[in-house]
């Protein structure tokens, strides 16, 4: 069962514009997680955030985790070509721990 | 450090034959896990274990088994192919044996297409 889900679905910017991609979830998490997928590559881990954060930084990324509104955010400034690719979240939550992921979100950075 | 290391990367398989993923690390960690991804469906958890000698089952473990007998292999086994079994499956490591709270690695997936 999906727990989180992106959105948009498809984003399309120039490079130089800011991406913003969200992410809903369902139940209450442990911590958050985002990853990049190239096409026909393996996903690669981003940044992680706890519920007990708010705002991570790295480089040109930032995530914000919304734990009452059950939300967070991907924030690409400054976008390159190289950033086109799939953004998935992640979520852990309960005894297991598993990751669960959601869909996607596929931008496009053209040139 | 090679990672995690999966093999084949393409494999075309008949209705009913069975075949086995190789998938291994080389970062000794104790959690590893195998998710499917298909169109529009995201990522899916399979199996996953915890240690050498622990395995369990994720959210669509019909159709295929594992076994974890050293820490660096987690095989993933179709039994009997179906087409619906058609998908690219991830082999993913972590450190924590809880594997959300610690990134996942992942390797570059096989391409299963089950005709």
């Known amino acids: 069962s999906q727990q989180g889900e992106e959105d948009p679905q498809a984003l399309s910017i120039q490079e130089g514009e800011n991406a913003t991609m969200n992410c809903s979830y369902k139940t209450s998490i442990n911590n958050l997680q985002w990853y990049r997928q190239n096409s026909g590559r393996g996903l690669v881990h981003l940044i992680l955030?706890?519920?007990?954060?708010r705002e991570k930084h790295s480089g040109r990324l930032r995530v914000t985790l919304d734990t009452s509104k059950k939300s967070s955010s991907l924030l690409i400034t400054a976008s390159r070509a190289a950033d086109t690719a799939s953004y998935f979240c992640a979520t852990s939550g309960g005894s297991q721990g598993n990751l669960i992921f959601g869909k996607g979100t596929k931008l496009s950075v053209k040139p | 450090n090679a990672g995690v290391t999966q093999t084949p990367k393409f494999q075309v398989l008949k209705t009913g034959q069975s075949m086995t993923l190789q998938c291994a690390q080389d970062m000794n960690h104790e959690y590893m896990s195998w998710y499917r991804q298909d169109p529009g469906m995201g990522l899916r958890l399979i199996h996953y274990?915890?240690?050498?000698?622990?395995?369990d089952q994720g959210e669509v473990p019909n159709g295929y088994n594992v076994s974890r007998s050293t820490t660096e292999d987690f095989p993933l086994r179709l039994l009997s192919a179906a087409p619906s079994q058609t998908s690219v499956y991830f082999c993913?490591?972590?450190?924590?044996?809880?594997?959300?709270?610690?990134?996942?690695?992942f390797g570059n997936g096989t391409r299963l297409t089950v005709t």
């Open positions: 274990s915890v240690g050498a000698g622990i395995t």
């Open positions: 955030i706890r519920s007990n954060e």
């Open positions: 993913a490591s972590s450190y924590s044996i809880q594997g959300g709270n610690s990134p996942l690695h």
